[in-house]
Nanobody
Framework: QVQLVESGGGLVQPGGSLRLSCAAS????????MGWYRQAPGKQRELVAR???????MYADSVKGRFTISKDNAKNTVYLQMNILKPEDTGVYYC?????????WGQGTQVTVSS
């Protein structure tokens, strides 16, 4: 089993920044790619950013240049630095990880961008 625990969400004004963290624990000896998805009210969950085991990154077009995904292999933690936040970035942000052919999800953390 793999456990993913997100943290760092909250309320921020437009133009502000937040840093999300996702700590993985459990049977993560062969952890692969990790990523962040988000789900806004009434919308489907969508990919925000992803980082492979080798450090290759990819981003949704809507966050390119504003968000940065990174990871600390020693801490089994992936981060999402979010800058220049917009109201449309509001949603529940979920971390996921691919381990031994399965995808695991965290419980989500709320991000609200509002003045």
């Amino acid at each position: 089993q793999v456990q993913l625990v997100e943290s760092g969400g909250g309320l921020v004004q437009p133009g502000g920044s937040l840093r999300l963290s996702c700590a993985a624990s459990g049977s993560i000896f062969n952890i692969g790619a990790m990523g962040w998805y988000r789900q806004a009210p009434g919308k489907q969950r969508e990919l925000v950013a992803r980082i492979t085991r080798d450090g290759y990154t990819m981003y949704a077009d809507s966050v390119k240049g504003r968000f940065t995904i990174s990871k600390d292999n020693a801490k089994n933690t992936v981060y999402l630095q979010m800058n220049i936040l917009k109201p449309e970035d509001t949603g529940v942000y979920y971390c996921n990880a691919d381990v031994a052919g399965r995808r695991y999800w965290g419980q989500g953390t709320q991000v609200t961008v509002s003045s």
